[in-house]
């Protein structure tokens, strides 16, 4: 037996319902044709997708490495000359 392949898209889909709390998590299995398991499985993974995603801190945002914030704003200032 071949095991079935869910896109991304699927088990976001499946998660935010297991998230909203509307239905059991037997009848969004029962909807979507898959085992509770599965759904509970991919809710855990949302929830510690969204805490990561605001977990990070706020602030401004570091300039890449390699790149240096001068020669960034020489290249700025240059632009404006060209017009």
């Known amino acids: 037996m071949q095991r ?3 896109s991304a898209e699927f088990k976001a889909k499946v998660a935010l ?3 909203a709390g ?3 998590v037997n009848e969004i299995a029962g909807t979507y044709a898959v ?3 599965q759904v ?3 809710k855990r993974e949302a929830q510690d ?3 990561v995603l605001f977990e990070r801190k706020r602030g401004r945002r570091r300039v ?3 790149t240096e914030p001068d020669a960034l704003y020489g ?3 240059q632009g404006n000359r060209a017009m």
Do not use: N, Y
Request: proline share 4%; aromatic share 8%.
């Open 17 to 19: 319902e297991a998230l």
């Open 40 to 42: 509970a499985s991919w």
């Open 49 to 51: 997708g969204l805490k």
């Open 22 to 24: 509307r239905k059991t």
């Open 4 to 6: 079935k392949v869910f």
């Open 35 to 37: 085992h509770p398991h």
């Open 75 to 77: 290249q700025i200032g």
């Open 64 to 66: 890449e490495d390699g």
